[in-house]
């Protein structure tokens, strides 16, 4: 048995985490999809219990209800280089026919955002199988998700397909962990699906679950339980290894990442606090930011652009306080702004567009050597737009 799971299950009992242990009898009863959607299964989604077995398979139909442990935390990945993603889920309410409301947060690298959303369960499947417990009815619930990441902080939406194995014993729906411990890949609550930004530029795949993620060769090589490869130990992985060490510095440097959602001291997003703080100093025009101050506040990614635009874009009324001081700088050729200005263009669209690259064709008359040089290192796509739109206000 995995090292790791068996302490889950002894700390969980040592902790007199222990509710109740039962001999099941009777007869089995039946699940209908019916059954499903009207029933309330909040529990399953965000478990406050889990069912297993306590002699591991020596007595089938005896039983164990555990409360869950820190352990649960799902474990994940985003993108092709299986950087580590992790979610956590704050609330869940029952909306009535299969549909729940879920709200939590997630975070990629550095960054923690909100979400809200939904999952709607759909189908059903039942487990078939000599090795199953007499009385009582396995299965898994399958559904689809929608979590809508903090629109602020430069988030995505979550899409995907997910399902979540169940018990149902006495009548009563429980999160099933009969095999935890027992089978060589048992996993649970399983979401494998898509991030997409919000402007639909960017889809990676992201995947995350219980003890196991989905579609995860090339990073999980484990038989008995998940263990990262080292050669992804730079996403994230590292930390998570310092589960298995039995140095008592390296386990509280693991549980602390499994309780990642507890510091509220990280809820700051590093681009947004800058813009935040540069705002408070710089807002009112009474100084000068310098030119490093000013090219922190340069988006560099499709993330930090609609955070910057989200605080940069106000009502008529009031006055942009973060993009005239990169043009400034920009026409003034400092170094290292022009590129990071011109960069800006990659991300943009709409009215926001349309002024960047009015100032780039500025810029173009004022620095053409060095604007030229670092076209080159823009996108295609980039330099297209820039092309149009001078040829458009040519015609003009």
């Known amino acids: 048995m995995s090292k790791r799971i068996l302490s889950i299950l002894l700390v969980a009992l040592s902790a007199t985490l222990f509710l109740t242990a039962c001999k099941v009898g009777g007869k089995t009863t039946e699940v209908t999809m019916e059954e499903l959607w009207n029933t309330d299964l909040s529990r ?23 409360e869950k442990t820190s352990e649960f935390e799902p474990i994940g990945y985003r993108g092709r280089d299986f950087q580590r993603f992790y979610i956590h889920y704050d609330s869940v309410r ?34 078939k199988g000599k ?30 397909k997910m399902w979540i194995g169940f018990a149902k014993i006495n009548g009563r729906f429980y999160y099933d962990a009969f095999k935890l411990g027992l089978a060589d890949g048992y996993c649970n609550r ?56 039995e140095n008592d510095s390296l386990q509280a440097i693991y549980q602390a990442d499994m309780q990642w959602f507890t510091h509220e001291e990280d809820y700051v997003i590093p681009y947004s606090g ?7 100093e710089y807002g009112h025009g009474k100084s000068q930011p310098s030119a490093k101050v000013v090219l922190g506040t340069i ?21 942009n306080y973060l993009w005239p ?17 011109m960069r800006m263009g990659e991300f943009s669209d709409g009215e926001i567009s349309e002024g960047l690259f009015d100032d780039y064709i500025e810029l173009q008359k004022e620095h053409p050597a060095l ?6 290192q823009l996108s295609k796509r980039w330099n297209q737009r820039f092309d149009e739109w001078k040829k458009e206000m040519h015609k003009e």
């Not at 979401?191 to 990676?204: F, P």
Request: with cysteine; aromatic share 14%; proline share 4%.
């Open 131 to 160: 090795h199953l417990p007499s009385t009582g009815k396995f299965g898994k619930l399958c559904g689809h998700y929608q979590f809508d990441e903090d629109e602020f902080s430069g988030g995505g939406v979550l899409t995907g």
């Open 299 to 319: 988006p560099a990614t499709e993330e930090e652009f609609a955070v910057w635009y989200s605080i940069d874009s106000p009502a008529e009324s009031q006055q």
């Open 325 to 341: 001081p990169m043009s400034d700088y920009a026409h003034a050729d400092s170094a290292g702004i022009v590129f990071a200005y």
């Open 190 to 245: 399983q979401y494998e699906g898509v991030w997409t930004s919000k402007g639909l530029t960017r889809m990676e795949k992201c995947n995350w679950g219980d003890f196991r993620i989905p579609d995860s060769q090339g990073l999980d090589i484990g038989a008995g339980e998940f263990s990262p490869v080292d050669e992804h130990s730079g996403q994230g992985w590292q930390v998570y290894t310092c589960g298995w060490a």
């Open 94 to 127: 029952f909306m009535g026919n299969g549909i729940y409301k879920v709200e939590g947060r997630t975070r990629y690298r550095d960054t923690i955002r909100l979400f809200s959303g939904t999952i709607t369960l759909d189908s059903m499947r039942l487990n």
């Open 44 to 66: 399953m989604i965000i478990p406050d219990s889990i069912l297993t077995n306590p002699d591991y398979c020596s007595q089938k139909d005896e039983f164990m209800f555990i």
């Open 274 to 280: 800058r813009l935040q703080r540069y705002l408070k």
């Open 371 to 376: 604007f030229d040089k670092y076209r080159k």
